[in-house]
T-cell receptor, first 106, second 112 residues
């Protein structure tokens, strides 16, 4: 069993839809990260959070420490949001989920 | 501001050939450095990490090795590549507090 599990693995949405990606972890962590990997391979960090909720533009990330669960929400999705979204947990090292491949159709 | 460089961007190598991938970080000192591999359709796999010059920790037994000859330079090497070494190799750094991890642009390696 992986230390970090994501769901769904693949997600297709119509432009404008509200999207949720889920992440569960089984290790003790100091922070939970959401990363975005574009088709070319480059990875950027979207959020790092250790409690509560963070918002950046149309992206919202939440974490429930007691339940060891985090969600990434995208409001009013757009085709440019199409990417792989990766959840990572950091404690004494980083543990990565296998990613959620999101395709937003115009 | 901090930046991280990786080269080459793409590489096609025959089985049995050597490998050297380089990663350098600018704008910070004493970073934690990481090498990851992402095989096709799979998640990121931590290969090596380093908390200082000459200090390398290996996570996965394999025919790869890493070295950190300078504070902001991290090198991934192999003496003889295998087909299974094909993948996307990413270098990353964090501060000592293991906060946000910053990734390089990656090297796409194809072993034929």
């Amino acid at each position: 069993k992986n230390e970090v599990e994501q769901s769904p693995q693949n997600l297709t949405a119509q432009e404008g839809e509200f999207i949720t990606i889920n992440c569960s972890y089984s290790v003790g962590i100091s922070a939970l990260h959401w990363l975005q990997q574009h088709p070319g391979g480059g990875i950027v960090s979207l959020f790092m959070l250790s409690s509560g909720k963070k918002k950046h533009g149309r992206l919202i990330a939440t974490i429930n420490i007691q339940e060891k669960h985090s969600s990434l929400h995208i409001t009013a999705s757009h085709p440019r949001d199409s990417a792989v979204y990766i959840c990572a947990a950091s404690g004494n090292q980083f543990y990565f989920g296998t990613g959620t491949s999101l395709t937003v159709i115009p | 501001s901090q930046t991280i460089h990786q080269w080459p961007a793409t590489l096609v190598q025959p089985v049995g050939s050597p490998l050297s991938l380089e990663c350098t970080v600018e704008g910070t000192s004493n970073p934690n450095l990481y090498w990851y591999r992402q095989a096709a359709g799979r998640g990121l796999q931590l290969l090596f990490y380093s908390v200082g010059i000459g200090q390398i920790s290996s996570e996965v037994p394999q025919n790869l090795s890493a070295s950190r000859p300078q504070d902001r330079q991290f090198i991934l090497s192999s003496k003889k590549l295998l087909l299974s070494d094909s993948g996307f190799y990413l270098c990353a750094w964090t501060g000592v507090s293991l906060d946000t991890q910053y990734f390089g642009p990656g090297t796409r390696l194809t072993v034929l």
